[in-house]
């Protein structure tokens, strides 16, 4: 039984890694990025419970078939599909799964209900008890999941304009001008059966719609480099953030090689208190710097070290450069700091704790309306929340997903409060039900980048005597 359920894992997974694309107008092939997923539960629910998780690349290059290059003109025809989910969903057992899976379908109907799909969006889920893979069983069913980074493609506005890493479910749904032979899974959810709640207080829906947000573009990349290095202080002499870095990891080594695009939730991230000032732009400097080196996993060398060491002194020395990185690194450990600016000219406030940075937490979600320190000293309680709660870092507990729908009556959509529309809109998703003037983003036509330098990045390790250094896509994790 064991050995056919972990080969049911795999099978979910060799199909699901999930990639970023860029078009080679040269040599007119697919550059692909793909992500090494973890093959055992074990190391599932390890990333579930590690703030700095690691997306490891590997890049593939595919043959065009047709020419890529077609530019057209005006909005495509589109229909909008009424159920766009293709949920795949794999059980561990019966008894895990029970009726989970309705309640995954309960979740993609609220966000259906509330966005225009115009292709399908293929996920893969897999269901199945952490508590049994985790070597401390405290506190194991709070850890309600993980939905790993989306497939990425680079795309841009305009030839000219800077490009930006869009999840494939929302690149299916623009016009773009190019055929895109896209993967054939979207992004990955692995829900945690270990937590049963009561069905008066059963939330579930609720989790599975927050990791679906998730997966269509709810996210970002900056990272401080506390993130990347532990015991940072012992070699630099502030925090500062950087722009994501590609790597390409094998058995051996892992090889540094440049930048990658911010994603385009980054691109609308602001200073709440100067909503003019978008903070990517603070950290643009940095890319001026070469990052090319290789270090071996296991036993880096003296040379491998220096090099690594090397390298990121340099973007610390850079005085304008990294004037930019400590500013960013200070505002996303800073309460009330953080913002996204929505096309309307709204400000929403991103989620921060009082002095602390956190990966999984800090960022990718909506501040919830009271003061937290860190993420393990808040508890939301049903009288303190606003309609966005969907997307807050932490559950709502004890409190059905109905409940807390028909405690919002206001609001326009069922369980996704306007914050998070707003937030998804100037992403490029269209409200579904809204007039044409709000939903401008289907009339653009999007490039795909020509720059030679886009990837997707990560981690490392490295020290005198093995220092971690991850370099990482943040994988959101959602906790009570």
Known sequence: MKFYKNILLLASLLVANAHYVKRDFTKKKYEIYKNAV??????????????????????????????????????YSKSIINDPFNL?????????????PARIQEGAYFIAQTFEFYQTVNVNVTIFPFCRYMQNESGCESVMGITYPPTFISLSETKDSEPFLYPQALVKQLDVDSDISYDPIDFLIYLNSSYKPIESQDNRALIAAHEILHGLGFFHQINPISVYLNNYQNYFNNDFALPPIRYEETENTIAYNGWTPFSIFDKYIVNSSKPDEYLYGKLEKYKTHEVNFEISIKRPTTQQYNKFMSTFKALENDVEANAGGIEVANLFSTLNAVGFRTKDGKVVELQTFDGRYESASSISHINVPFKCKSSSTCTVTNASINENYLMYFTVISKASTSRLVNAFKESKHE???????????????????????????SNNVYSFSQENNNSSGSRHLATPSFIIMILSFIFFIFRY
């Open 88 to 100: 795949n969903v794999h059980c561990y057992s019966t008894e895990d799964c029970e009726n989970y």
């Open 415 to 441: 369980l996704v409060g306007s914050d998070i529309v707003r937030i998804m809109c100037t992403l490029g998703w269209n409200e579904k039900g809204s007039s044409s003037d709000n939903n401008n983003y």
């Open 38 to 75: 973890p093959t055992s539960y074990e190391q599932i629910v390890k990333d579930a419970n590690n703030p700095n998780r690691v997306m490891k690349l590997k890049k593939f290059e595919v043959d065009a078939t047709e020419d890529l290059f077609k530019i057209n003109k005006g909005k």
